[in-house]
């Protein structure tokens, strides 16, 4: 996927030494694109990438947060684990079931 591939703005932040991966960056981008299928409600996402071991006494590694802004309703989950990849596969899982969440409760309004 490439960052044309949605049609909301994408920001990224990070602590990673060298910034994110271009695989990791695909990833966010494809993870996205499945979210958001089939609806425009979406206007911008955020995803921080941390490092919180560093210098702290954790048990992960990364910390991956992912934010959505969707008509007025916010999307947001954090997910923690020692590999980039997996902790990033996690989250867009965890955003996908809070989105799917946020319309049915939209819808039964």
């Known amino acids: 996927m490439t960052q044309n591939s949605v049609n909301f703005t994408v920001e990224f932040h990070d602590e990673l030494e060298g910034g994110i991966p271009e695989p990791i960056v695909d990833q966010v981008y494809d993870g996205l694109n499945r979210v958001a299928r089939g609806v425009n409600d979406i206007s911008h996402a955020m995803v921080n990438v941390k490092?919180?071991?560093?210098?702290?006494?954790?048990?992960?590694?990364?910390?991956?947060?992912?934010?959505?802004?969707?008509?007025?309703?916010?999307?947001?989950?954090?997910?923690?684990?020692?590999?980039?990849?997996?902790?990033?596969?996690?989250?867009?899982?965890?955003l996908e079931r809070n989105v799917k969440e946020v319309r049915e409760r939209k819808r039964g309004q």
């Open 51 to 94: 490092i919180p071991a560093q210098n702290r006494a954790t048990n992960y590694v990364y910390e991956v947060t992912i934010r959505l802004w969707m008509d007025g309703n916010d999307a947001t989950v954090t997910e923690k684990g020692e590999m980039l990849d997996g902790t990033l596969g996690a989250a867009l899982d965890a």
